[in-house]
């Protein structure tokens, strides 16, 4: 570890935060560029239609209105993008244009956009839109899709999209195992559901376009911006401004700022969209909606053989940006924290009359971790072994590491001996089953969880790996100013995670500066490095080692400056209470200030041969990415008479390598098993049999809120990654990757006693209550 | 919020809204704190060209409980919730989340006649009433005759409500068993209990109204009657309880289908009655 002065480790309050709280925040919305033209969107509201006819002339000639656009005036020479080229693997993929031409595919697909002068009067005119839709029959269930007819897309003649495959031979290890263990699992559509809806300013004059967006990824925007509209990369600025929550639903490249940049061009104004929550829940991609038929098997010992995941995965009617990836992420760690023979994942991609899924926190992992760890209760069961014994004997063993897993993965490093013993500390599980004294049945569930992050090496993950079309390297630019100051740019794109708090510690610990000296600027493609943006719980583990790398850079050339001032030896000055001076006379030292004085005044203050200035620059491709780890625990208590669940503890020990700042760490660990506990218990973006989103709102989709929450119990261990100089690993998605198989696991561990030994998601009351009822009913 | 175009008018007279509101026909809505009205306009699934608000109209406002209780139309219902007056205090208490509650008002509620919402089923419940002030003078509508369908309720155009009347909560134990997904929640179903005991302890009348059983609110008279007269052991409670959905036609949605809560009207009504018992 290099030389800290102990602000890397601490719960320093987050330094984003006062303008946020404050009202001070600059979002999207907030922001008005003299002679903006707002616009609104027709969308569709049939799920499945071809469009017969479409009128804008009463919306054209109320007051105000500018323009009225439908996709047959669209003159962009491709549709939108889908970033996943996989070699070797045959993807069906439609025609995505930012305004539907001819036919649409799903409720919400837009039709037209009506530009005008006034956020008001484009709205109401929009209303004036009138379109005549012959009705196609929808497409609805993913399983019925893959039998053929009626198609989603008829000129594509399949509503299969792909078909994709992770692992050994898993039927030998199947056939090895005294016991195996068969589910079919419902891992249902959810939504990202930030608190800020999107939002787009696209503004074009004289050649140069500037497109402000509520987006995770302003350095993807840039490079699809120019691809689509044929300008070059040096005259794209995107500017992601205050961004309020993403959870992936902000990893995209979206039709409307691709349409938005288009209309700016044809009209010479900037065009601004807000997205209102109606359209959010409808048109902002989806996240899960996978049917998964698992099969495990073990010896009678308990040591596990194999366990084979098939796939279908529901895709909506769309490829965006990486949809049909999303499964594959989840391959990668079908393995679990466990040693086996074999394991494999097989993916089916399908098409169907719905929004397009893609990432959504943990994005592929959160189905894995659900399907691995509520089939090793079942197994457990099923052998009349004790469920975390069966774990421990399978875990890969802490000296193993690093660790080559079934389906060749190499985790970095790992102790899952240590998360779940520590876990253990905090509560005995047996105290906490069984019926309560009012009747209400109890229950405990585990997760033991790993998962994959830090994207991405570009070896594995680029156009000769896995197929995405971008290496996922990360950038960053140290700049120490005249008086000590210092801005570090970073090609990441923080939206809410903290970063600019942990970034400021890892530099600030490196300069003998404070934290408050150091600003750290991003989202603005036009500062700054290339970069590969915010997703993936990347930003630390990739972006955080390239700010330290920089950093390290610059601290060199500050070492070298303190060597030539001091008259000693580079190699004897060391940074301590806050100056560079020679290792054993204390005081003797300078300033990263004074440095700074002397690098941009050269006269005789610099070493022959040494550039003025200090700042520097560096990219970082990872070798590898990095394995976060833990064990979590539900406790649920559920009424027999409703079937309603109270979740009553929720206790999380968690592994990300040393911490950078714990704060940082409980908020994203506290929100992400929100999200999962959201799955598990709540939320459900449904569609009905004829396609139609029952859940556009947050009066049927059903966020939790805290009442319905008990206190976070979390604690951690520190287990350093090999992959990285800051030893750090993800946590944004860790949460929500582990969290929605501890809470089912606990109710099924509640409603054994009444003859429920399995049950899907989302565990609504009348869910239980209707499984309770199969089993003979209960009385209370 | 981009609802369509709309006049807004905030009267500072009963006589000046009341003007207002026919001036502006058919079209125009009182707005009486606005939580139910505001979201529709929002979505445009109501685009109102009037908007008649009585903030400003005097006297409308407050809890009289001597005996009877009569509560002003544009009584929040946080003051509702706190007003010590019986079931109405104990359902307006889970309304929605604590800023519904300090904007909404019982006389806005109940005019919007959602069968949804807490309130409705409390004052048929009760056999309460509101008066209503329009052009052709004053009229007091019971309860029973006031909640026709779905939102659509016996206000003539043009009328506003002006007070809600109340029985007296003394003698009577009351309960409130409410079951939603969220706190914030409108009611998956919720029962509305009150029962009043004899001398001998056995059960000298009781109300029970339902919430979201039906397309208005809805009394559960079978299990009043089952229970009207007999004892009020935990048996009777529990058979009387058996009959509360009877007659019903629930609308199902996405959470809950008829029978389960049918199933959901039995066990709250049970709950319900053991709290009104125990208070009794």
């Excluded at chain 1, 090895?176 to 300013?201: L, Q, S, W």
């Excluded at chain 1, 100051?485 to 794109?493: I, M, N, R």
């Excluded at chain 1, 603005?524 to 590969?532: A, H, V």
């Excluded at chain 2, 003698?171 to 001998?200: H, L, T």
Aim: a negative charge.
């Amino acid at each position: 570890m290099s030389e800290t002065n102990g602000h890397v480790g601490r719960r320093m309050r987050r330094k984003e935060d006062p303008p946020l709280i404050e009202g001070r925040g600059n979002y999207v919305d907030d922001i008005q560029p003299g002679g903006t033209l707002h616009a609104a969107f027709v969308r569709s509201t049939e799920a499945h239609a071809t469009i017969a006819s479409i009128d804008t002339s009463a919306a054209a000639a109320r007051p105000g209105i500018e323009a009225v656009f439908t996709g047959a005036d669209l003159d962009l020479e491709a549709g939108l993008p889908l970033a996943w080229v996989p070699p070797g693997v045959e993807v069906t993929a439609p025609v995505h244009w930012p305004l539907a031409k001819d036919a649409v595919k799903h409720v919400g697909d837009p039709v037209a956009v009506v530009i005008g002068r006034d956020r008001y009067a484009v709205v109401d005119a929009a209303e004036d839109v009138l379109v005549d839709y012959d009705p196609l029959p929808a497409v609805v269930d993913p399983e019925k899709a893959l039998e053929g007819a009626p198609f989603v897309h008829d000129d594509l003649g399949t509503n299969k999209v792909h078909e994709w495959s992770l692992g050994g031979d898993v039927e030998t290890a199947l056939a090895n195992a005294d016991v195996v263990v068969e589910r079919r699992f419902i891992n249902h559509r959810t939504a990202g559901a930030p608190i800020e809806p999107r939002g787009v300013i696209a503004d074009y004059r004289t050649g140069e376009l500037t497109v402000t967006s509520s987006t995770q990824v302003p350095h993807f925007l840039k490079l699809f911006l120019a691809l689509q509209l044929g300008m070059t990369e040096d005259r794209v600025r995107v500017i992601a401004p205050d961004v309020g929550g993403g959870f992936g639903s902000k990893l995209q490249i979206y039709g409307e700022e691709i349409l938005l940049a288009w209309a700016s061009r044809k009209l010479s104004r900037p065009v601004k969209w807000i997205e209102t929550r109606s359209e959010n829940m409808a048109v902002s991609h989806h996240g899960r909606d996978q049917v998964a038929y698992v099969k495990i098997g073990a010896k009678q010992d308990g040591t596990f053989t194999g366990l084979h995941v098939k796939i279908i995965a529901d895709f909506g009617a769309y490829m965006m940006l990486l949809t049909p990836l999303i499964p594959s992420l989840g391959a990668f760690v079908m393995t679990g924290c466990y040693r086996w023979e074999a394991v494999r994942t097989d993916i089916t991609g399908v098409m169907t009359n719905k929004m397009a899924t893609d990432a959504i926190r943990g994005a592929g992992r959160p189905e894995a971790t659900h399907y691995i760890e509520v089939m090793i209760d079942q197994l457990a069961h099923e052998l009349g072994m004790d469920r975390l014994e069966i774990r421990r004997k399978n875990f890969i063993p802490a000296e193993d590491f690093p660790a080559e897993t079934a389906i060749g993965m190499v985790y970095d490093s790992g102790n899952y001996q240590g998360t779940l013993a520590k876990l253990l500390e905090h509560f005995d599980p047996e105290a906490e089953r069984g019926r309560t004294a009012d009747g209400k049945l109890r229950g405990v569930g585990f997760s033991t969880w790993t998962e994959i992050c830090g994207l991405a090496p570009s070896r594995v993950t680029g156009p000769s790996g896995l197929g995405v079309q971008a290496g996922l390297m990360e950038s960053a630019l140290v700049r120490v100013h005249v008086t000590g100051a210092v801005s570090v740019y970073t090609g990441t794109s923080p939206h809410g995670q903290g970063l600019e708090t942990a970034f400021a510690q890892i530099v600030a610990d490196r300069m003998g500066i404070d934290p408050e000296q150091v600003e750290v600027m991003h989202g603005d493609t036009s500062q700054g490095p290339w970069g590969l943006d915010t997703y993936g719980s990347r930003s630390l583990a990739v972006g955080g080692e390239a700010i330290a790398r920089a950093t390290a850079k610059v601290v060199e050339k500050a070492k070298a400056i303190a060597a030539h001032k001091l008259e000693a030896a580079v190699e004897d000055i060391q940074l301590a209470d806050g100056k560079f001076g020679v290792a054993g006379s204390p005081g003797s030292g300078l300033t990263l200030a004074e440095i700074a004085g002397f690098a941009y005044i050269p006269e005789d203050n610099l070493p022959e041969g040494l550039e003025p200035g200090l700042e520097d620059l560096a990219f970082y491709d990872p070798e590898n990415f990095v394995f976060p780890f833990g064990a979590h625990a539900a406790v649920v208590e559920i009424d027999p008479e409703t079937g309603k669940i109270d979740l009553v503890r929720y206790l999380a020990v968690d592994d990300c390598g040393p911490a950078i700042n714990p704060n940082l760490i409980d908020g994203q660990i506290h929100g992400g098993i929100v999200h999962a506990v959201g799955q598990a218990l709540f939320e459900h973006m449904a569609y009905d049999e004829d396609g139609q989103l029952a859940t556009g709102s947050f009066v049927s989709y059903a966020l939790p809120s805290a009442a319905e929450l008990p206190s976070f119990e979390t604690d951690r261990t520190e287990t350093p990654s090999p992959v990285n100089s800051l030893g750090v690993k993800g946590v944004g998605e860790a949460g929500t990757i582990a969290a929605s198989a501890a809470v089912t696991n606990a109710v099924i561990d509640a409603l054994r006693p009444v003859g429920v030994d399995f049950i899907n998601m989302p565990l609504s009351p009348m869910r239980v209550w209707e499984a309770m009822q199969e089993k003979g009913g209960v009385t209370a | 919020m981009i609802p369509a175009a709309f006049d807004y008018v905030a009267p500072e007279s009963l006589d000046a809204a009341l003007d207002a509101l026919r001036e502006g026909g058919e079209d125009a809505k009182v707005l009486a704190g606005g939580h139910s009205l505001l979201p529709l306009m929002k979505l445009r699934l109501a685009a109102p060209t009037l908007l008649v608000d009585l903030r400003r109209v005097p006297g409308l406002t407050g809890i009289e409980s001597n005996g009877a209780v009569r509560i002003g139309a544009m009584t929040r219902h946080h003051d509702v919730a706190t007003g010590g007056i019986g079931l109405a205090s104990m359902a307006a208490a889970t309304i929605a989340d604590q800023q519904v509650r300090n904007r909404g008002t019982i006389g806005g509620t109940l005019a919007h006649g959602d069968p949804a919402s807490d309130l409705p089923a409390v004052l048929l419940a009760l056999e309460g009433s509101v008066v209503a002030r329009g052009g052709s003078g004053e009229r007091e509508i019971a309860a029973a005759d006031l909640f026709l369908d779905y939102l659509t309720t016996s206000l003539a155009e043009g009328e506003i409500i002006t007070e809600v009347r109340l029985p007296s909560p003394d003698g009577w134990g009351a309960g409130y068993a409410k079951f939603n997904r969220r706190v914030e929640d409108w009611a998956m179903v919720a029962v509305c209990a009150a029962v009043r005991k004899a001398a001998d302890g056995s059960c000298e009348d009781v109300r029970i109204g339902l919430t979201n059983m039906g397309g208005r609110p809805l009394r559960a008279t079978a299990a009043e009657q089952a229970l009207r007269g007999r004892g009020l052991d935990a048996a009777a409670i529990a058979a009387a309880a058996e009959q509360a959905a009877e007659g019903t036609d629930p609308p199902a949605d996405l959470n809950a289908s008829e029978d389960y809560k049918r199933h959901l009207a039995r066990v709250l009504c049970r709950r319900a009655l053991e709290e009104a018992v125990a208070a009794a």
